[in-house]
């Protein structure tokens, strides 16, 4: 809880912090199973313009339905999903390797 104050007295101290805004913690029970607790958090992706932009990533650290499949059509400002992060990874670290 000290964790929190501090965090809550920040953001509000620094409108223009990048850390993610806390909006609520919440646990969900549904019928018989186990409740699954969750924190919703703002983005904090603050741009004017999206030209120098080339990934952004909506990280959960899960591989279940964790892909963005067509990445043709998307807008630079459009998140990916984890493993979008996994093949871009093998794709460039290949390249980086030979320089």
Known sequence: ?????TY???????????LARVY?????????QK?????????TMRVQQSTNIQYVFDLK???VNRI?????????SAPLKDQNLL???????VKLLRF
């Open 68 to 76: 963005v499949k067509d990445t043709t059509k998307l807008k630079p």
């Open 87 to 93: 093949k871009l990874c093998e794709r460039d670290c």
């Open 61 to 63: 650290g899960s591989m």
């Open 24 to 32: 609520g913690l919440y646990s969900v029970t549904m019928g018989e």
């Open 8 to 18: 809550f007295r920040h953001v509000c101290e620094h409108p223009k912090s990048i």
């Open 1 to 5: 809880m000290r964790l929190f104050r």
């Open 35 to 43: 409740p699954v607790r969750m924190i919703v958090m703002g983005n």
